[in-house]
C-alpha cells in the first residue's frame, strides 16, 4: 500500500486469514507494494519470489531495463527479506561493427550500434519478528547505511512504540549485521482509547512526550478498519482514510484525502474473481485514473504468473514475470 493508507490492527488482519495468496487489507507495519498471506506461502512452501520487470513505452518495443523484485519468506510464510531495484542512471553504450568484404570488396559498411545501458541501485529491507509474528524491526538498506524502524506492541497487538533509527554496520562480511553507530532519527508513542466497541481514540505523541497528532479509528462488526481521521495539533493540517468493504468482507474501495499540500484524493478500486483472488487494482488521483494493476494466475489459480500494470502518467505498460523457488 503507497503513502496515507493508515492500516488495521495486525490482530484483526490474523483473524481475517482467507486462502488467497494476497491478503488485501490495511496493515500496521508496510515491507512491500505486495502483502502476502504467509497460510498460502507456508502451505506452498515457497521460499523465494523473483519478479522480473520489463517495460514496453506507448508506440515502442519492450524494454528490458534489468530492474527486478525479490520476496523471501522464512517456513512459516512470512517474509524475511525484500529486495528491489531503483533506476540510477542510463548510459548509451556504442558497438562499433568492421565492414564485412566478400571477394576484396566491402559488402556491408562499417557501422556503429547505440545501445542504452541501464544502472540499478539494489534496496534491501530486512524483517524480523517476536514470537507472535508481529514484526519487531525492519532494516533498510540504502548504499553503506542502514535506516531501521523499531516497534513495540501492547497487550493487544497494537503498535505502542516506534523508533527510526540511522545505523552502521561495522561487519566486514555483508551478509552478518552487526551494529556500529546507532543514532535515533525520530521516535513516537501511541496511545489508545476504547471509546465503544467499534470507535477507538489514537495520539501520537512525539519524542518530547507532547500529544502531536489525535485520530478516531471506527470498525465494523467484523472488526474490518472503516475510517481513520486524523488531525495535527498545532496545524490545520488533517488526515482522512475510509475504507469499503463487499458482503464477502473484501476491501473494494480505500480512498486518503489530505490538505497537507493543497487538497489533494488519492482512491484506489479494487475488484476480485469467484474465488476471492485479487484480481485488479486502479489507482486515482483527484478523480483522475493514473495506474492500473492486473494478476494473472497460475492454472490452480493460486499463485501469481504474472503481473501487467498500466501507468498512464508516463505512458508506459510494466510487465512483470514471477518465479518461485520452494523448500
Not at 548510459?91 to 542504452?116: D, F, N, R, Y
Not at 516497534?151 to 561487519?171: F, M, V
Amino acid at each position: 500500500m503507497k503513502k496515507g493508507f493508515i492500516s488495521i490492527l495486525t490482530l484483526f488482519l490474523l483473524i481475517d486469514c482467507t486462502a488467497q495468496i494476497i491478503i488485501n487489507k490495511p496493515i500496521d507495519v508496510t515491507i512491500a507494494d505486495i502483502n502476502f498471506n504467509p497460510d498460502v506461502i507456508s502451505e506452498n512452501k515457497i521460499k523465494r519470489i523473483d519478479v522480473i520487470i520489463s517495460d514496453k513505452p506507448d508506440g515502442s518495443v519492450i524494454l528490458n531495463k534489468g530492474a527486478g523484485i525479490v520476496y523471501k519468506f522464512n517456513e512459516t510464510g512470512y517474509i524475511t527479506r525484500y529486495m528491489y531495484t531503483i533506476l540510477n542512471k542510463k548510459e548509451i553504450e556504442e558497438i562499433h561493427h568492421p565492414a564485412i568484404k566478400k571477394h576484396g570488396k566491402i559488402v556491408q559498411k562499417a557501422s556503429t550500434q547505440t545501445i542504452p545501458k541501464y544502472i540499478h541501485d539494489t534496496i534491501n529491507v530486512y524483517v524480523f519478528y517476536d514470537s507472535k509474528n508481529h514484526i519487531i524491526s525492519k532494516r533498510i538498506k540504502i548504499g553503506d547505511f542502514f535506516h531501521c524502524y523499531y516497534y513495540q506492541y501492547n497487550e493487544y497487538g497494537q503498535i505502542r512504540k516506534e523508533y527510526h533509527c540511522k545505523e552502521t554496520n561495522i561487519s566486514g562480511n555483508n551478509k552478518e549485521f552487526i551494529l556500529g553507530e546507532q543514532k535515533i532519527i525520530s521516535s513516537e508513542i501511541f496511545e489508545y482509547t476504547k471509546l465503544t466497541n467499534t470507535q477507538i481514540k489514537k495520539k501520537t505523541l512525539n519524542d518530547q512526550l507532547n500529544v502531536y497528532k489525535k485520530a478516531i479509528i471506527n470498525y465494523d462488526d467484523k472488526k474490518n478498519k472503516l475510517s481513520e481521521n486524523a488531525e495535527f495539533i498545532v496545524s490545520c493540517m488533517r488526515q482522512e482514510n475510509s475504507y469499503q468493504y463487499d458482503t464477502s468482507n473484501r476491501l473494494l474501495k480505500q480512498t486518503y484525502t489530505s490538505n497537507e499540500d493543497g487538497e489533494i484524493k488519492m482512491e484506489s478500486v479494487f475488484d476480485y474473481d469467484n474465488n476471492g483472488n485479487l484480481l485488479s487494482e486502479k489507482k486515482f488521483k483527484n478523480d483522475v485514473l493514473t495506474f492500473e494493476i492486473h494478476f494473472i494466475y497460475d492454472d490452480k489459480n493460486t499463485l501469481i504468473k504474472s503481473e501487467v500494470d498500466r501507468d498512464y502518467l508516463n505512458a508506459t505498460v510494466i510487465i512483470k514475470k514471477y518465479e518461485y523457488t520452494f523448500y
